[in-house]
Nanobody, 116 residues
């Protein structure tokens, strides 16, 4: 079955960096786009970044463009989210997602807290 396991979250000061990882299994990783979403307390889940089956195809939310970078390692079935210049408003639970139509699969999420 599809399994997505996020890691790498934590507490970081404003301006700091974190690198999130999502280990995927249970499907042919190279055939699917992968996405990172986040959900802050009291807010709806929002798309942060997505990467297609080729590393050249990426999209970012306006709020993170230029600070976050999504990448994938197809040999390790892993997708990454490098987050730099973090801001308090980046505080959220970050989720990995893959859509195998018509089903969306989610990991359990990893907490990112940006605070001094």
């Amino acid at each position: 079955q599809v399994r997505l396991v996020e890691s790498g979250g934590g507490l970081v000061q404003p301006g700091g960096s974190l690198r999130l990882s999502c280990a995927a299994s249970g499907f042919t990783f190279t055939l699917y786009s992968m996405k990172w979403y986040r959900q802050a307390p009291g807010k709806e889940r929002e798309l942060v970044a997505a990467i297609g089956t080729t590393v050249a195809s990426t999209i970012y939310a306006d709020s993170v463009r230029g600070r976050f970078t999504i990448s994938r390692d197809n040999a390790k079935n892993t997708v990454f989210l490098q987050m730099n210049s973090l801001k308090p408003e980046d505080t959220a639970v970050y989720y990995c997602n893959v859509r195998r139509a018509p089903i969306d699969y989610w990991g359990r999420g990893t907490q990112v807290t940006v605070s001094s």
